[in-house]
């Protein structure tokens, strides 16, 4: 017998049948960017192969609930993880018969669990090193800096020229000091899309005994088969001798769901440090090489029948096919006035700025999304302009020939309207602001002044972000961060439901 007058307030709202609760998260779904499609420069990364998505999902629900906790009581988690990591050894240079036969590996969740445990590994690998270091270029992934900041390790900053976007491998040298447990590059960075020296800055890592790691969560997975298809990608694998460790998503170009990247050390000994063991309590004994403990199979299990099902030649041909959807979108920038590329592309990001006299970006990233274009508005950082990324996937190819004409409109309307000019008490109040003078009431005000909702954060977003970026763009990156922790805060409240 339930006795109601103990329910109280905290009932949840009865059990509805499959049917609805299921239309509920599609009801939700139908608010989000478009996952598939190729008009999302972001976020998603769809090959557009019919049957795909099915595949992924079936395979998912066969090991959604086996634990990755124990290898030992799901060999089949194990086989799998041991194929991934063998298959993303293969495509980075790794692997009998190669000159890294010993690498070694662990499945994460992501590219940020990845670097975090590039960064745990190195720090533990040196227990004598009192306060670590790690010397990474500004253009590295911001899970750098997450890293550094989970792990009280201190990051060596070294800036990447205007001009290249890449560090200065003298630069990096001069940056290692004894304390220095980790030197960083990508290949290619995120924001960019291009390929860090990598050879020249594993030398300099060697010469001081430090670890090298290179990034190539965002492309790993593209660069070798973009070399295979012809393209001049520079080494940046485990053929690079003082390479130490690698990251690579397989959530981003192998074209897996999402929840899974893969971590290499080119040696067992270099992994050792990743493990996290404990025996001293009453229950099981904890063996973790990675951050999670229960690990769902689901995103294992989707991420190995998707490799198997594409393959070799699956990849070799997405390749082709993306390399061509880069090529075309470059060539749209190109050929539209007040647009100039950051850079000549060289992976799959397609990333520009504006000319003298051009558009104003964050507007013309406002006119694009009108038109159904989402792309990534980057901000002014350390004199290098903002700018618009494009993650370029495969889905994108055929809906080329369509953007180059809606870019051009949408520039020539961002040109005709104008920069969006912050009222004079926003601009003032940025000017001044310092994040330690936040408070909540500010905090209201400016949400408010930009448009967020009522600035409860309850409202809906606005469709037009130019305000909120050309605020952000005038702030400097201390002040950036607090704003959005703050904004974001306001969005992240619980829905207590319709008696809440
Ligand atoms: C180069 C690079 N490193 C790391 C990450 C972080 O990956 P994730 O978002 O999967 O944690 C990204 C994500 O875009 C990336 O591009």
Not at 20 to 46: C, I, K, N, W
Not at 151 to 175: C, F, G, I, K, N
Not at 250 to 277: C, E, I, N, T
Request: proline letters at 9%.
């Amino acid at each position: 017998m339930i006795d109601e007058s103990r329910v109280g307030a905290w009932a949840l709202p009865p059990g509805v049948s499959a049917e609805v609760a299921l239309s509920e998260v599609r009801q939700l779904r139908a608010g989000d960017r478009p996952t598939h499609g190729g008009r999302l420069f972001a976020y998603v990364y769809d090959p557009a192969v019919p049957g795909l998505d099915e595949l992924a999902a079936a395979a998912h629900r066969e090991s959604a609930h086996v634990n990755g906790l124990d290898p030992t009581a799901f060999p089949s988690l194990l086989a799998m993880e041991n194929a991934l990591v063998g298959a993303a050894g293969r495509v980075l240079g790794a692997g009998p018969g190669t000159t890294a036969p010993d690498v070694v590996g662990s499945v994460t969740s992501g590219g940020t669990e990845s670097l975090i445990l590039a960064v745990k590994t190195a720090r533990d690998a040196h227990p004598e090193i009192a306060a670590p270091r790690i010397v990474v270029p500004s253009s590295a992934h911001a899970a750098f800096a997450k890293a550094a900041h989970y792990l009280r390790v201190a990051m060596d900053v070294v800036p990447v020229s205007p001009d290249t976007l890449r560090p200065d491998p003298a630069a990096v040298a001069a940056a290692i000091r004894p304390e220095t447990v980790l030197v960083a590059c990508s290949a290619p960075s995120y924001a960019h899309g291009v390929v860090d020296p990598v050879e020249e800055i594993a030398a300099v890592a060697a010469d001081a005994g430090v670890r090298c790691h290179v990034d190539a969560c965002f492309g790993g997975w593209t660069l070798p088969y973009l070399r295979r298809l012809g393209e001049p990608v520079p080494a940046f694998d485990f053929a690079v001798p003082g390479v130490t460790s690698i990251s690579v998503d397989l959530h981003k170009y192998a074209y897996a769901p999402k929840g899974v990247s893969v971590l290499l050390h080119r040696d067992p000994a270099r992994r050792a440090p990743q493990y996290f063991a404990y025996a001293d309590w009453p229950g099981y004994t904890m063996i973790n090489p990675v951050i999670a403990s229960t690990r769902s199979g689901g995103p294992i299990a989707a991420a190995y029948a998707t490799l198997r099902h594409l393959g070799d030649d699956g990849y070799l041909r997405l390749a082709a096919v993306t390399r061509d959807a880069v090529a075309g979108l470059a060539d749209a920038v190109r050929g539209v006035d007040g647009l100039r590329l950051m850079a000549e592309p060289e992976s799959t990001v397609v990333c520009f700025t504006a000319t003298e006299g051009g558009p104003d970006l964050f507007v013309l990233v406002d006119e694009l999304t009108a038109r159904g274009w989402h792309t990534q508005p980057q901000l002014s950082y350390a004199g290098l302009p903002a700018s618009v990324h494009l993650t370029v996937t495969a889905a994108v190819a055929p809906r080329v020939a369509e953007f180059g004409p809606a870019l051009e409109d949408a520039v020539a309307v961002a040109r005709s309207t104008g920069p969006v000019r912050l009222p004079a008490e926003l601009a003032s109040l940025v000017g001044a602001l310092t994040p330690e003078a936040l408070t909540p009431e500010l905090v209201m005000g400016l949400a408010a002044g930009l448009g967020l909702g009522d600035g409860s954060g309850t409202g809906p977003l606005p469709e037009r972000m130019a305000l909120v970026n050309t605020l952000l763009d005038a702030a400097p990156p201390s002040l950036r961060e607090r704003l959005l922790v703050e904004f974001v805060g306001l969005l992240q409240r619980p829905a207590w439901g319709s008696d809440g």
